[in-house]
C-alpha cells in the first residue's frame, strides 16, 4: 500500500482552505477504507507567502485535522516554486506526490485512478483536462492557444495538463536533479523519461475566493514554458531578419527607380513604413534575445528556489515523521 502526500500550494486561499481539507480528507478516508493508500498518508499545504490569513488557517487544520501538514515560505515565490517546495519537502516521507491546486478546481475523483496507474508501474501519472467548463470562456481560449504555440515551438509537454499530476519517489528524486531556477514543472515531466500515463480531469468553477494568477503571473509562466525549453524564437529571429534583408533589396530596388524616374518625394511613405517597421523588429528582437540572457543571468546565480519558514508536522529532510 502506498504512502500518498497531497502538495497543494496556497497563495491568499483563505476562503476555500477549510473546504479544501473537508473534501481532500474524506477522499482519504474513503481511500485508506478501501485500502489504496495508507492511513499515515497526509496533506501538505504549502504556504507561499500569503498577506492573508492562510497560514493561521493551516496551523489551526493541522491542531484538528489528522492528515493536514503545513508548510510556510518566507516570502511569495509563485505557484511553479511553491509547488516544487511541497514535493521536495514530501518525497522524503512519501511513496507517491499528488499535486492539486488549492482550490480544487481539479477532479479528486481522478486521484483514485492516479494511485491506480502508478500501482500499475507509472512514476508519473498526468491529469488531463477533458472539460474546462469550469474556466472563464477567455482563461480557456488562451489556455489553448498557448499549448499549441509551445508544441510548435518543440517543447515537449502533455497537451491540456497542468499541474495536477502524480509523482512517483523515484521520479521526485530524479527531479530534484534539476537545478534550474526558471521553473516550468510540466517542461521538465516528459525529460525524466519515466513510464507515464495520464488520467482525465474535469475542471469546475472555484468554489470560493478568486484567481491567485494574474494576467502578468500567467504571461510569465507563458514566456518561461516556451523559453526554458526552446531556442525556437532565436531561429525565428534569424529567419524575420532574413526576410527583412529581402525585403530591403526589393525596397533599395524602389528608391533606385524613383530615384531615376524623378520621383523623389513620393517614397517618403515607404520610408516611414520602414523606419517603423525595422525598429520594431530590431526592438523585439532584442528583447527575445534579451530574454535569454535574463534566464542565463537567473541561473548563473543559483540561488534557492525559497526559503522555508517552518514546517507542520514534518521535518524537512528524510529523519522519520513526527506527525501525531
Ligand atoms: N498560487 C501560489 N502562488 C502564487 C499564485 C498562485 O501558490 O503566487 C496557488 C494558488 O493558491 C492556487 C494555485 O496556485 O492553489 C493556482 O492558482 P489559481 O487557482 O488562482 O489559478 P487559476 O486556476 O485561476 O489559473
Ligand atoms: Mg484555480
Known amino acids: ?13 483563505e476562503a476555500v482552505l477549510h473546504e479544501s481539507a473537508s473534501r481532500l480528507s474524506a477522499l482519504f478516508d474513503e481511500l485508506i477504507q478501501r485500502g489504496k493508500i495508507a492511513s499515515d498518508s497526509f496533506i501538505l499545504y504549502v504556504n507561499d507567502g500569503s498577506r492573508d490569513k492562510t497560514w493561521p488557517i493551516i496551523q489551526e487544520l493541522h491542531a484538528q485535522n489528522r492528515f493536514v501538514c503545513g508548510l510556510n515560505l518566507t516570502h ?23 499535486t492539486i491546486d488549492a482550490d480544487l478546481q481539479d477532479d479528486i475523483t481522478a486521484i483514485e485512478q492516479m494511485v491506480d496507474k502508478h500501482r ?5 501519472v ?5 472539460s474546462r467548463e469550469g474556466d472563464s470562456f477567455l482563461k480557456r481560449r488562451t ?6 504555440i509551445q508544441n ?21 528524486d530524479e527531479l530534484s536533479l534539476y537545478h534550474e531556477r526558471n521553473l516550468y ?3 521538465l515531466m516528459p525529460m525524466m523519461g519515466f513510464p507515464s500515463d495520464t ?11 478568486s484567481s491567485k494568477y494574474t494576467l502578468s503571473k500567467m504571461l510569465r509562466l507563458a514566456a518561461d514554458g516556451i523559453t526554458s525549453f526552446s531556442t525556437q524564437p532565436i531561429t525565428l529571429i534569424i529567419g524575420l531578419g532574413v526576410v527583412g534583408l529581402l525585403v530591403s533589396f526589393l525596397m533599395l530596388i524602389y528608391v533606385l527607380v524613383s530615384w531615376l524616374s524623378g520621383h523623389v518625394v513620393a517614397g517618403w511613405s515607404s520610408i516611414m513604413l520602414s523606419v517603423w517597421f525595422v525598429g520594431s523588429a530590431l526592438l523585439l528582437s532584442i528583447g527575445i534575445v534579451g530574454e535569454y540572457i535574463g534566464k542565463i543571468y537567473i541561473e548563473v546565480k543559483q540561488r534557492p528556489l525559497y526559503t522555508v519558514e517552518e514546517v507542520l508536522g514534518l521535518t524537512t529532510k528524510g529523519e522519520p515523521c513526527d506527525k501525531k
Open 143 to 148: 489556455a489553448e492557444l498557448f499549448y499549441k
Open 185 to 187: 514543472l510540466r517542461g
Open 152 to 172: 510548435s515551438m518543440g517543447v515537449k509537454a502533455v497537451y491540456n495538463h497542468a499541474d495536477f499530476r502524480l509523482l512517483s519517489k523515484r521520479a521526485l
Open 76 to 98: 511569495n515565490v509563485g505557484h511553479q516554486n511553491a509547488i516544487m517546495a511541497g514535493m521536495m519537502t514530501a518525497r522524503h516521507h512519501a511513496d507517491a506526490v499528488v
Open 120 to 124: 500499475a508501474g507509472n512514476d508519473i
Open 126 to 130: 498526468y491529469g488531463v483536462k477533458v
Open 1 to 13: 500500500m502506498i504512502k500518498l502526500a497531497i502538495v497543494s500550494p496556497c497563495y491568499n486561499e
Open 199 to 209: 488520467v482525465e480531469d474535469v475542471i469546475s468553477p472555484r468554489f470560493a475566493g
